[in-house]
């Protein structure tokens, strides 16, 4: 299975429209950061989780070409933008694809994009919405993948977290139920929000994250979802053993 962090940004991604880099070094390639994605495939299955702003830049720069499912994290518009770009993938196949999110991130999705679901507009619909369930299969010919999904704090709103083949993906969060804890152990591979260094109201900040994977003690941590006010090298340089942070295009084979 080959895990590609296709986006590893906030959500206004890294630099700003502004052109503003914050305390990032703008000659460093691994501070340019998109909208928080990532891409799973095993074998002859592809999976996308959340469709951000720029997923037509970071498929093409990632040379993806299929995609058969996507996972939706939460509704917010740094996840779920680019949902429009899917539409090549159903002319190729004349199939729809399926799309899996809870119920509000499914309704309000439903809602925006209503021409992807019904058509209308000029245009036929691409996507098939499905609830997400606390355990769910996805497959392709032979290959399967399981995974478990559930709920984790994004502020005043949730966000679904996905655990698969001893990876987890928690992208956008700043807090995980006592129950669901032990979904996370033994890990692989930590893939976890790290927004800033100080405190945020909706997003793990430095010093939580490091705290969470000391907790859990997966073998590998990565941070994602990172701020302009923190620059790679100097991030990298201050982490513990077995914690790194992610830079676009990220690639694990696990």
């Given at each position: 299975m080959k895990i590609t962090i296709l986006g590893s940004g906030s959500s206004l991604g890294s630099p700003w429209i502004t052109n503003y880099w914050g305390k990032c070094d703008k000659n460093n390639p691994k501070n340019?950061?998109?909208?928080?994605?990532?891409?799973?495939?095993?074998?002859?299955?592809?999976?996308?989780?959340?469709?951000s702003p720029d997923?037509?830049?970071?498929?093409l720069d990632n040379n993806i070409s299929n995609v058969d499912y996507v996972l939706y994290t939460h509704e917010h518009a740094d996840q779920t933008n680019g949902i429009f770009e899917l539409r090549p993938f159903y002319w190729f196949k004349r199939k729809k694809?399926?799309?899996?999110?809870?119920?509000?991130?499914?309704?309000?999705?439903?809602?925006?994009?209503?021409?992807?679901?019904?058509?209308?507009?000029?245009?036929?619909?691409?996507?098939?919405?499905?609830?997400i369930k606390k355990?769910?299969?996805?497959?392709?010919?032979?290959?399967?993948?399981?995974?478990?999904?559930?709920?984790?704090?994004?502020?005043?709103?949730?966000?679904?977290?996905?655990?698969?083949?001893?990876?987890?993906?928690?992208s956008d969060c700043n807090g995980v139920k006592n129950k669901d804890m032990s979904k996370l152990k033994d890990l692989k591979l930590l893939i976890i929000?790290?927004?800033?260094?100080?405190?945020?109201?909706?997003?793990?900040n430095l010093e939580q994250s490091i705290n969470l994977s000391k907790e859990l003690k997966p073998k590998k941590t990565i941070l994602t979802n990172l701020h302009t006010d923190l620059d790679y090298e100097i991030l990298k340089k201050s982490l513990p053993k077995g914690?790194?942070?992610?830079?676009?295009?990220?690639?694990?084979k696990v």
């Open positions: 340019i950061r998109t909208r928080c994605s990532a891409f799973i495939q095993e074998k002859d299955l592809s999976i996308l989780i959340d469709t997923i037509k830049k970071q498929f694809i399926n799309i899996y999110a809870e119920k509000k991130t499914l309704r309000l999705l439903m809602k925006r994009h209503d021409y992807c679901f019904y058509g209308g507009h000029g245009y036929v619909p691409i996507l098939k919405g499905n609830l355990k769910l299969t996805l497959s392709k010919n032979k290959t399967k993948i399981n995974f478990v999904c559930f709920d984790v704090k994004h502020g005043e709103i949730n966000s679904t977290a996905y655990v698969f083949n001893k990876i987890a993906y928690l929000d790290c927004l800033k260094i100080n405190p945020h109201p909706t997003h793990f914690i790194v942070p992610a830079y676009d295009g990220m690639k694990f």
